[in-house]
């Protein structure tokens, strides 16, 4: 089962800005994200088009005794808010020294998949300064300009049903992208997996009516918490291992739907 791949954008103040960045750039983009790794588009630039992927974006829930508002998923990553963050990052660290742990004498080099959030980006220092995890409901494709208000609009009708979900993650998954050019430490999903896949489908609709590679046939969803360029097929087979060290499961509650096309972003609100 290979694992969802990433898009990075640069930010930019709108479409055509951006396009202009885009032409100007004729080789290979390489963003440096630590000093052991570099991320690389795996699809060739073409002008016009528009790396795009849709996920859930959310907070964790905290102890019920002291939960707050519940949390969001979105199209980019999942959203750490400062009590629950304690909880997700604790199954990140076990999720990562789990992987290292199985590959032995190699050292994995595994980097961190927390990203800035998107969430009320709007001049809020502190919202810049959280960071996120994804959930991703799609694998990366383009769009031309002209299709993303349509390919918005499609999602917003497919996904017009579809109620909030609550989820929960724990453990390890070892996953390896499409073109075995990155392997990815994830906690998957161990409750509410089912439900994930029914709005996968939603998607896949959408991605159908517009000619793009839908999402894998048998969907494992997952957060992804850590990267390696260091590929070691053997490493996803190990099954979900209990051991002493295993922190208890995450809840998390997912209430929207986000789509990231270039430097753009969609909201898009589950009833």
Known sequence: MAATLVAYSDSGSDLESDE???????RPRVEERSTSAAW???FPHVDGNWPSYVSFQGTYLPAPS??????SLTCSCVHISVHPTKLMRKMAEYAMHQAQARAGLTDLQL???ESPSTENSDGNDQAKAESMFHLS????FVLTRAQIDPFVAALRLALRYRKRLRVSVQGLRVLIND???R????VPVVSGAADVCHVIRCVDKCLAQFHREVYYADPLPHISVGSSTCILPA???FDQEETSSLPPPVPLDLHQVHVTIGNKHFTIPLK
């Open 66 to 71: 002291v939960r707050r508002h519940a949390l």
């Open 179 to 181: 073109e075995r050019t």
């Open 183 to 186: 392997l990815f430490a994830t």
């Open 137 to 140: 409901l799609s694998r990366t």
């Open 111 to 113: 980097v961190p998949m």
């Open 235 to 237: 490493l996803t087979s």
């Open 40 to 42: 690389t588009r795996t």
């Open 20 to 26: 202009d960045d885009l032409r100007t750039k004729k």
